[in-house]
């Protein structure tokens, strides 16, 4: 790497962010994903925290056959999602929150929107530019439902991938899905986790595992780490599995 990519990269560093290899198996998860549903197609996936359809957009390509449900709280990033997504109809935007009951709640609208959450921010978040970019600039209210609720109401029955990307609510989600969780009826789930202290209250990765792990789900592996300028990991994306819930996945009776 040339002196100008090492300054480049140190200034992303300092900033929270990291520069890879797109060819590296460990950015995403999606390869392990179809490998353990192998030759069967996904058919569903939800997509908690869709911001401007990232993730979508790449479920969509990557599983043409999968209804993909994106929630996004922000009104105007939903809009833009909706704008995304527009030209796969088997995307479907909901304009709502998850988590752990139906009710409305205060959405915390931050200066880089990607870091919105139903927590607030920490004033203390060590890197000086992690807390530039969730600097509180708008509070709105936003509907709140529970993803046990929203399948029982849309007649889901089972989840082939739950994606979560909530900013530190992620315990709260998974709070909302026991009913889907104590059923086995999610098979893989997906999820940032973030070791630094970023938001009030934000789901540590201990309280996420000790969850999970309660539900019958083992951790397949760790991707797209993020380290701090003292190597420490600041974030990753995780993959659990419930293999009782896969194997009903792939062999339904």
């Known amino acids: 790497m040339n002196p100008l990519?090492?300054?480049?990269?140190?200034?992303?560093?300092?900033?929270?962010?990291?520069?890879?290899?797109?060819?590296?198996i460990g950015l995403d998860g999606n390869f392990d994903i179809q490998r353990m549903f192998g030759k069967r197609a996904l058919r569903t996936i939800f997509d908690v925290g869709a911001h401007v359809g990232e993730s979508a957009m790449e479920y969509a390509r990557k599983f043409p056959l999968a209804?993909?449900?994106?929630?996004e709280p922000f009104p105007k990033t939903f809009t833009i999602l909706q704008e995304n997504v527009a030209p796969w109809p088997h995307v479907r935007p909901v304009n709502s929150a998850i988590?752990?009951?139906?009710?409305?709640?205060?959405?915390?609208?931050?200066?880089?929107?990607?870091?919105?959450?139903?927590?607030p921010a920490r004033p203390d978040v060590?890197?000086?530019?992690?807390?530039?970019?969730?600097?509180?600039?708008?509070?709105?209210?936003?509907?709140?439902?529970?993803?046990d609720t929203f399948c029982r109401d849309n007649q889901i029955a089972t989840i082939d991938l739950l994606k979560i990307d909530v900013?530190?609510?992620?315990?709260?989600?998974?709070?909302?899905?026991?009913?889907?969780?104590?059923q086995?009826?999610?098979?893989?789930?997906?999820?940032?986790?973030?070791?630094?202290?970023?938001?009030?209250?934000?789901?540590?990765?201990?309280?996420?595992?000790?969850?999970?792990?309660?539900f019958?789900?083992?951790?397949?592996?760790l991707y797209s780490h993020t380290r701090t300028t003292h190597h420490s990991v600041r974030w990753c994306d995780i993959l659990f599995v419930n293999p009782l819930a896969l194997e009903r996945a792939i062999n339904p009776a």
């Open 216 to 221: 019958g789900y083992e951790l397949v592996d």
């Open 99 to 119: 988590g752990d009951s139906c009710s409305t709640q205060t959405l915390f609208v931050n200066q880089f929107s990607a870091t919105n959450s139903l927590l």
């Open 5 to 24: 990519k090492n300054i480049l990269r140190d200034l992303l560093l300092s900033a929270g962010y990291d520069i890879r290899k797109t060819s590296h």
């Open 67 to 71: 209804t993909i449900y994106s929630f």
């Open 184 to 214: 086995r009826r999610i098979a893989l789930i997906y999820t940032e986790v973030t070791f630094e202290s970023h938001y009030k209250g934000q789901t540590t990765f201990s309280e996420l595992y000790a969850m999970l792990i309660q």
């Open 126 to 147: 060590a890197d000086p530019g992690t807390r530039s970019l969730m600097k509180n600039v708008e509070r709105v209210e936003t509907p709140v439902t529970t993803l």
């Open 167 to 182: 900013q530190g609510f992620e315990s709260k989600v998974i709070a909302g899905a026991s009913e889907l969780l104590g």
